[in-house]
Protein backbone atom coordinates (compact mmCIF):
# COMPACT_ATOMS: atom_id res chain seq x y z
CA UNK A 1 0.00 0.00 0.00
CA UNK A 2 2.83 2.84 0.93
CA UNK A 3 4.40 2.03 -2.31
CA UNK A 4 1.09 2.55 -4.35
CA UNK A 5 0.53 5.66 -2.16
CA UNK A 6 3.69 7.26 -2.76
CA UNK A 7 3.55 6.42 -6.59
CA UNK A 8 -0.64 7.81 -6.95
CA UNK A 9 -0.41 10.45 -4.29
CA UNK A 10 2.77 11.59 -3.89
CA UNK A 11 4.18 11.35 -7.54
CA UNK A 12 7.29 9.47 -6.93
CA UNK A 13 8.47 7.39 -9.74
CA UNK A 14 7.90 3.78 -9.66
CA UNK A 15 11.26 3.22 -8.95
CA UNK A 16 11.28 5.54 -5.83
CA UNK A 17 8.03 4.56 -4.92
CA UNK A 18 9.51 0.70 -4.40
CA UNK A 19 12.79 1.68 -2.74
CA UNK A 20 11.28 4.61 0.06
CA UNK A 21 11.64 3.50 3.53
CA UNK A 22 8.80 2.47 4.79
CA UNK A 23 6.45 1.83 8.47
CA UNK A 24 4.26 -0.30 10.46
CA UNK A 25 1.89 0.20 13.06
CA UNK A 26 -0.28 -1.87 14.79
CA UNK A 27 -2.05 -1.88 17.90
CA UNK A 28 -0.45 -4.93 19.80
CA UNK A 29 2.07 -4.18 20.76
CA UNK A 30 1.02 0.19 19.87
CA UNK A 31 4.30 0.40 18.52
CA UNK A 32 5.13 2.27 15.00
CA UNK A 33 8.15 0.43 14.01
CA UNK A 34 9.94 2.33 11.10
CA UNK A 35 13.26 1.45 8.83
CA UNK A 36 16.10 3.86 9.23
CA UNK A 37 15.28 7.18 7.19
CA UNK A 38 12.22 6.86 7.07
CA UNK A 39 11.52 9.67 9.44
CA UNK A 40 12.79 13.10 9.88
CA UNK A 41 14.37 13.81 13.30
CA UNK A 42 11.38 16.73 13.67
CA UNK A 43 8.80 13.87 12.80
CA UNK A 44 10.20 11.31 15.46
CA UNK A 45 10.42 14.19 18.01
CA UNK A 46 6.51 14.80 16.70
CA UNK A 47 5.46 11.33 16.94
CA UNK A 48 7.52 10.86 20.54
CA UNK A 49 5.48 14.09 21.78
CA UNK A 50 2.45 13.03 21.48
CA UNK A 51 3.23 9.50 22.98
CA UNK A 52 3.75 7.29 20.04
CA UNK A 53 6.07 4.59 20.86
CA UNK A 54 8.86 3.87 18.11
CA UNK A 55 11.28 0.97 17.08
CA UNK A 56 13.71 1.51 14.79
CA UNK A 57 13.95 -1.92 12.66
CA UNK A 58 15.25 -3.56 9.59
CA UNK A 59 13.99 -3.57 6.51
CA UNK A 60 10.16 -4.11 6.62
CA UNK A 61 9.37 -6.70 3.91
CA UNK A 62 10.06 -6.90 -0.01
CA UNK A 63 7.53 -5.16 -2.97
CA UNK A 64 6.98 -6.21 -5.99
CA UNK A 65 5.01 -3.98 -8.39
CA UNK A 66 3.47 -2.96 -11.55
CA UNK A 67 2.38 0.58 -12.54
CA UNK A 68 0.91 1.92 -15.73
CA UNK A 69 2.87 4.63 -17.14
CA UNK A 70 1.69 7.96 -18.36
CA UNK A 71 1.44 6.38 -22.15
CA UNK A 72 -0.07 3.23 -21.04
CA UNK A 73 2.97 0.65 -20.69
CA UNK A 74 3.79 -0.98 -18.19
CA UNK A 75 6.25 -1.55 -15.68
CA UNK A 76 7.30 -3.49 -13.31
CA UNK A 77 9.63 -2.87 -10.47
CA UNK A 78 10.78 -6.04 -8.20
CA UNK A 79 12.60 -5.19 -4.85
CA UNK A 80 14.61 -8.47 -3.68
CA UNK A 81 17.23 -9.23 -1.26
CA UNK A 82 16.08 -5.34 0.95
CA UNK A 83 17.56 -2.37 -1.46
CA UNK A 84 18.16 -4.56 -4.94
CA UNK A 85 15.96 -3.55 -7.01
CA UNK A 86 15.07 -5.03 -10.83
CA UNK A 87 13.17 -3.22 -12.88
Not at 25 to 52: H, T
Amino acid sequence: LQALLNRHTFGMSPRASVMAPRFHRQDRPADLQYESNCFSIEQLSKLRGIGQPLRRRGPIGDVNAVFRLPDDSLTAIAEYGFGVVVD
